[in-house]
Nanobody, 127 residues
Framework: QVQLVESGGGLVQPGGSLRLSCAAS????????VGWFRQAPGKGREGVSC????????YYGDSVKGRFTISRDNPKNAVYLQMNSLKPEDRTVYYC????????????????????WGQGTQVTVSS
């Protein structure tokens, strides 16, 4: 059974850090592009970051560039999102997703490119 499970969310003060994990089961995550998205209430899913299969090319949304880092842990079949210098506006639910498309380009910042989704993990940034 294909499954993605996010973890690592929680409450952090502004300026703090969190590392989100996306663990896969039922398939090899390194064979797929993986994206992190977030969705505030009443809004669409925003592409935060994504990483290609193969050469590990990455993309970051403008709002997180320089603060967030996406990486793979192939032995653990996981992808991480290191989030530093967190701001109150980063507060929302974060989702990881895996794509079945073998390519990688700017479209991978968009939710429709992904077929497998996790259930999400809540990130709260507050003093």
């Amino acid at each position: 059974q294909v499954q993605l499970v996010e973890s690592g969310g929680g409450l952090v003060q502004p300026g703090g850090s969190l590392r989100l994990s996306c663990a896969a089961s039922g398939f090899t995550l390194n064979d797929h592009a993986v994206g992190w998205f977030r969705q505030a209430p009443g809004k669409g899913r925003e592409g935060v970051s994504c990483i290609s299969s193969g050469d590990g090319s990455t993309y970051y949304g403008d709002s997180v560039k320089g603060r967030f880092t996406i990486s793979r842990d192939n032995p653990k079949n996981a992808v991480y999102l290191q989030m530093n210098s967190l701001k109150p506006e980063d507060r929302t639910v974060y989702y990881c997703a895996a794509s079945l498309d073998p390519s990688f380009d700017s479209r991978f910042s968009l939710a429709y490119m992904y077929s497998y989704w996790g259930q999400g993990t809540q990130v709260t940034v507050s003093s």
